[in-house]
């Protein structure tokens, strides 16, 4: 079942989903092609756009597949992506980041020469123009040190929350043939990881291999967001490998909260709090409502996410 054969400079696959970025993509995909890499790199985009983005694409050695935007979703479109391509590491980002160095690719694929790794997820550094509370939560969720995720004696090793995020993620191909990304509402990715670290495999954070990477949420927009979450913990979550009883989840949060004030006032944010405590509240709220969405109707449940079309197409959050 473990692939021996990978080495550093193996074949990269990048699998790309794209809506409405002509103004950006090109700038990605020339920081991707411009990578110090030896190895052989393909590019595919799976492009939901109506705007611009299809033209904007041709101009690179990519191929371009047309996703309709009431059939997109986050694990299936990416799967169907992966199985057009034939590299032996499949590389998935958010077309929102910001490559940081020419090194970056190098930096993700350089831990696969060991064979129990089935994946590598790098650093997001939020970007200049984000919120406050968006700074403290990529610097609290993606620390500047490397961690090797495994579980011990069916535990997860490490402590600390490290998420494993296709933001900015390499993963083996035949792993994934095994394993593939879950079709889910939202979180494939860390569901993804937790099957990967039941099978056996480590899973890698290399603070090194960076981007930039960070959203600016209004009020409503982190409502949905956070249920979306919310509704998909109980999957992701396996009180078998982490403990997510209602008292430790509450601790969790009291630090998370408590550390986060403490950096805005460390930061001279101090006048952001007040914005900061509202935030969080509604945070909560969607996490909350999402852990209760099976006792509530499909319209408040189209009202309150943010993938109103999985709705349309799925009972419950994972097929």
Known sequence: MRDVSIVQRDKCSFVLCTRNVEASISILLQAIYNQDYDGEIEVIIMDSSDDRTPDV?????????????????????????????????????????EIRD??????????????????????????EDAQPMEKFFYSYVYPEDTVVLELQEGK?????????????????????????????????????????LVAGYKIIYDSE????????????????????????????HDNTIVDISMGNFTWEGIKFISAEYRYMLR???????????????TKFIGVFLGSKQDHLPLWLKKALTQKKYHWDKYATVIK
């Open 57 to 97: 694409v041709k101009d690179f050695p990519v191929s371009l597949v047309r996703v309709e935007p009431q059939d997109y979703n986050n694990a299936k479109t990416r799967n169907k992506g992966a199985d057009m391509t034939t590299g032996n590491l499949l590389i998935f980002l958010s077309v929102d980041i």
């Open 102 to 127: 020419r090194s970056w690719l190098s930096k993700l694929t350089r831990h696969f020469a060991t064979s129990d790794v089935a994946g590598v997820f790098g650093r997001q550094i939020p970007k």
């Open 156 to 196: 997860l090793n490490y402590k600390r929350h490290v998420y494993f995020s296709n933001v900015n993620a390499a993963i083996r191909r035949s792993v994934w043939e095994n394993i593939k990304l879950p079709e889910m509402l939202i979180s494939e990715d860390l569901e993804w990881a937790r099957k990967t």
């Open 209 to 236: 291999a960076a981007v930039y990477h960070s959203h600016r949420r209004s009020l409503k927009n982190a409502l949905q967001w956070y249920f979306d979450n919310g509704a998909t913990m109980p999957v992701t």
């Open 267 to 281: 930061n001279g944010y101090w006048y952001w709090i007040p914005y900061a405590i509202i935030y969080d509240l």
